[in-house]
């Protein structure tokens, strides 16, 4: 019996592509809205700045690990278009295990940091948010990346495994 986990993973992939983009949709409408009170003699919404900040910075993050799972995150790739066979392989395990390694670390730190703020309470100035949530993000997308990451160079070490009969 084999476990549906592509299934699950691409419905996975997909709500959180669709999050993302009514995130964006989001937060243009209160651009909009914001914009228009602000230059339309309206009352303008307060935090709304804040806000589109916070929230941009969640939708980059969680954006980040799909780009780390589709091996689409920037990269110079000069080298590694040049190399085929074991050579790619060992180049695009050394990058793997590289991402892994700073992911984790910045992840690590990160968290911390986020420890200091949830100890002392800081909020927001304009809408009196938990600055926990804005720096969550950053420990999020880094430990997504670095856990994404990990999969991508197991995976990577079977199929040359198997490839090779070992």
Known sequence: MTLPLPRIEALAVATLRALLGLGLVAMVLLNVANAAGRYGGLPTLTGADELLVYGMIWIVMVGAILATRERSHLCIDLLSQRLTGCAELVLSLAVGMVTVAVCG??????????????????????????????????????????????????????????????
């Open 105 to 166: 670390f910045i992840a690590y730190h990160s968290f911390s940091f986020v420890e200091r703020i949830a100890a002392i309470g800081q909020t927001s100035m304009g809408l009196g948010i938990p600055m926990v949530v804005p720096h969550l993000a950053i420990t999020t997308g880094f430990a997504g990346m670095a856990l994404v990451a990990t999969i991508l160079v197991a995976v990577d070490l079977r199929g040359a495994l198997r490839r090779s009969g070992g």
